[in-house]
């Protein structure tokens, strides 16, 4: 099976895949597939932007094995848990701020020795400063109006100089009105003073008017 970025590797179906961490355990029903020694787990584009913006053609991946993950917006872990087999020797603290999804969450972190479950709202992110260092990733996937705002907060607070953000924007949660290109490069624009941005890839056919921005943290 072919590595295409650290820790992600393509099937023979041209399906996305990561080193299951947890092997035997499922997150989501994805399939297991065994490959010698190890176990590496489908990663789904309809179920996760992330899987979608690497088939997409997303050239940045900044996670690496020994990557700190800031990760808001966790939900039932489904994308963190992809993120957790690839940053295997490192951290994914995980943001929910939804009661019902984080029962599931903690269960998915139980398996998983680099995950740390966080109920919070990440609009409120001195909240868990007790909880984190400062980190090398911060990923997002919040379908807030407020998307950029609560981004910029938490990079602030807990990204690295020189660290990258991968924002997760649905067009419509933030204005419902206008046509998702030009809602994609107002977001785009409010990440300008603190960011350099490196890429903006639509995830078209997998999620309608949804784009994932790549940025480096750069004074
Ligand atoms: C689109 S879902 C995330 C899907 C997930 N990233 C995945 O791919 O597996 C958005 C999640 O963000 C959570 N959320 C919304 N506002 C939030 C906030 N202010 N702080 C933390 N989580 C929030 C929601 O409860 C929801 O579970």
Redesign the pocket.
Known sequence: MKEIYPGVYLTEGDRLATVNLAPGRRVYGERLIADGERELREWNPA????SAALLKGLKTLPIERKSSVLY?????????SHVSDIAAEGRVFS????VT?MSKLIEVCRDRENMIPIL????RPEVYAPLLEEVDVIYQ????RNQAE?LLKNSDLYLKEGGHILL?VKSKSIDSTRKAGSVISDEVAKLKDLFRILEVVDLEPYEKDHAMIVAVKAP
């Open positions: 179920r996760s932007k992330l808001l917006g966790a939900a039932t872990g489904t994308t963190a943001v929910e701020s939804s999804p919070a709202d990440a609009n996937d919040i379908a807030q609560i997760a």
